[in-house]
């Protein structure tokens, strides 16, 4: 049975860490290198860097800024945001990182989480899923589509475009390609402080038999839930980042 962790979560956005809430209303609140490491010295089991607007924006990955923070942190390193190959792959693990985050490339081409999970080991492949609730219905060929049944819908692009996929089933897809974890976010919840969406966290934990890092925790009661009532296997804070 895995350790249950404390990873903290952070955004960055062209090479600054940032807040926002619902992925919107961005607002600076450090260094990267600096921030991770406080939460190393803090006592973070992990750190996780998510570049917010690569993907939308097609910029380029954070390898530099990957450099400087594992230069200052002991403790694992996932980053996320504009990896669209396995190339891109290969260059943040020599960069530094430990493990890479998927989100809108997994969606957009499914195969690259299997050829990464095969070229280096699925416990260094994270898929991301950005979820936010829905009452809509959308036609998809895939077998992932939203139905009537559906509660969680598929984000990309930094949370910006709609993909008519139904979160579990993505998560659950996800894991079949090759997934080693699921790092979960909840758009209704992000930034609120207002705690996790536990019926989103328990459903996608229960459809998946790997690790799922949920983020929304503002306070030490609302990761306790996570662990109890969502299922969780592992818990992020980063809700309560300071601006300095």
Same mark, same amino acid.
């Given at each position: 049975?895995?350790? *249950?962790?404390?990873?903290? =979560? ?8 940032? *807040?926002g809430?619902?992925? #919107? @209303? ?20 992990? +750190?996780?860097?998510l570049?917010? /607007?690569?993907?939308s924006?097609?910029?380029? /990955?954070? #390898? ?7 230069? @200052?942190?002991?403790?694992?390193? /996932? #980053? ?6 396995? @190339? ?10 430990? *493990?890479?985050? +998927? ?20 416990? =260094?492949?994270?898929v ?23 509660? %969680?819908? #598929?984000?990309?692009?930094?949370g ?9 089933? %993505?998560?659950? !897809? ?10 979960? /976010?909840?758009?209704?919840e992000?930034?609120? *402080?207002?705690?996790?969406? +536990?019926? +989103?966290t !328990?459903?996608?934990s ?27 296997? =592992?818990?992020?804070?980063g @809700?309560?980042?300071?601006? %300095?």
């Open positions: 049975v895995l350790t *249950k962790r404390i990873i903290p =979560c952070l955004d960055v956005d062209a090479g600054r860490v940032v *807040k809430i619902s992925f #919107v @209303e961005l607002r600076d609140a450090g260094d990267p290198a600096e921030l991770a490491a406080v939460y190393d010295q803090e006592g973070g089991d992990e +750190l996780v860097f570049d917010i /607007t690569a993907s924006d097609s910029r380029d /990955t954070m #390898v530099n800024v990957v450099r400087r923070v594992s230069e @200052e942190v002991f403790i694992p390193l /996932t #980053v996320g945001g504009g990896i669209r190959t396995v @190339e891109d792959i290969r260059r943040m693990l020599k960069a530094g990182a430990d *493990k890479v985050s +998927l989100n809108t490339a997994a969606v957009n081409n499914p195969p690259l989480v299997s050829e990464g999970a095969a070229q280096f080991g699925n416990q =260094c492949i994270v991301a899923i950005d979820a936010k609730r829905v009452d809509a219905t959308h036609s998809r060929a895939d077998g992932l589509a939203l139905d009537v049944s559906s509660r %969680w819908e #598929v984000y990309t692009r930094g910006r475009t709609p993909t008519g996929i139904d979160a579990v089933k %993505w998560a659950a !897809r996800a894991v079949e390609l090759g997934s080693g974890e699921i790092l979960l /976010t909840s758009m209704d992000d930034g609120q *402080k207002r705690g996790y969406d +536990l019926e +989103l !328990r459903a996608v229960q459809a998946t038999p790997v690790p799922v890092i949920a983020s929304g925790a503002g306070n030490l009661d609302h990761l306790y839930d996570a662990l109890e009532s969502g299922e969780a296997d =592992c818990r992020t804070r @809700e309560y980042l300071p601006f %300095w």
